[in-house]
């Protein structure tokens, strides 16, 4: 049993308290994950340049994490990345640099670095262990300000409660695409073999980060998101439902048992989803709602612009 989340705010060119909103959702329904939080932030496009997020060893002094980002800088550099902002923020490495090469490769040279969080023009990924509240004292998140994310919280069941075991994932390879979800995949390994044939790496066992490189296989490809969600309920056994979100669209896509929970709000200007409906009711307290469950075997996506 896990929590998901997510939000976007549609038909404005600012940016709102996308990190406080999420924080309020995932808090809604922490009691679903209580082992792990973690939040897809996206902001608008840094454009010709790369935003990467690093976990350090938390284990480890001060003096060696200072020594794991000496080594991610030099990796950076060496592969073109020119370094233009960088923080420690909490137990990250966060950097900005500029790059005009193939971020597939990047990708898969960085992680053989150090351990990736996310690649994006405009996505950030924050996770660790603990509750949304404890997250964003340690990393900040409500100050973020964004057009739309995802939020996830975590009950461990088949691995290890740890910051890289927890949601959301990236969809290694591919920059700004994120997925939450809360369900089982049961031909994970058949599905991952078949992308590791043509290449394809993964970096944990997981079989939410499979959903996020399945996606972001057809993306890359020019198959348009709803198309995507649309062939994942098909290709993908088991129970499941899942919110993923790129740099412009946000979407889910539910098993046709639906066993796993879900529900909706939208109006003219934001669409909300999350596991149950006291998630929403944060958002909008003392009000009455009209939500929605998506049916059985559904997907649906929805772009910033309306």
């Not at 480890?60 to 990796?75: C, K, L, T």
């Not at 979100?245 to 889910?252: A, F, N, V």
């Amino acid at each position: 049993m896990c929590g998901i989340a997510g939000i976007m705010y549609r038909g404005v060119d600012q940016v709102f308290d996308t990190g406080d909103a999420l924080i309020r959702m995932l808090d809604g329904c922490q009691h679903r994950g209580p082992d792990s939080t973690g939040f897809a932030l996206y902001a608008p496009e840094l454009s010709g340049r790369l935003k990467l997020r690093f976990l350090l060893d938390r284990s480890s002094e001060g003096g060696n994490q200072q020594g794991a980002i000496d080594a991610i800088r030099r990796r950076l550099e060496g592969l073109g990345a020119i370094i233009e902002e960088e923080a420690q923020v909490g137990e990250n490495y966060r950097v900005t640099v500029g790059f005009s090469g193939d971020v597939q490769k990047l990708s898969y040279e960085m992680e053989h670095a150090a351990k990736v969080i996310s690649i994006g023009t405009s996505l950030e990924i924050v996770k660790d262990v603990g509750s949304a509240h404890e997250v964003d004292e340690r990393y900040g998140v409500h100050w973020f300000r964004g057009t739309h994310g995802l939020g996830h919280v975590r009950l461990a069941t088949e691995s290890e409660v740890k910051p890289e075991a927890a949601h959301p994932f990236w969809a290694t390879g591919f920059a700004d695409v994120a997925i939450v979800h809360n369900g089982q995949i049961t031909n994970y390994w058949k599905m991952r073999r078949r992308l590791e044939q043509r290449d394809f790496e993964f970096t944990t066992d997981n079989d939410s980060e499979l959903i996020a490189v399945y996606l972001g296989d057809k993306l890359a490809q020019g198959i348009a998101l709803k198309e995507a969600l649309a062939s994942s309920i098909d290709d993908l056994d088991g129970t499941f439902s899942f919110l993923v979100s790129t740099q412009d669209e946000i979407g889910y896509a539910k098993d046709r048992l639906a066993a796993k929970p879900m529900i909706m709000y939208q109006d003219e200007n934001l669409v909300a989803i999350a596991s149950e409906e006291v998630s929403l009711n944060r958002l909008f307290p003392g009000q009455a709602l009209n939500t929605r469950e998506p049916a059985p075997g559904t997907y649906a996506t929805w772009s910033r612009s309306i």
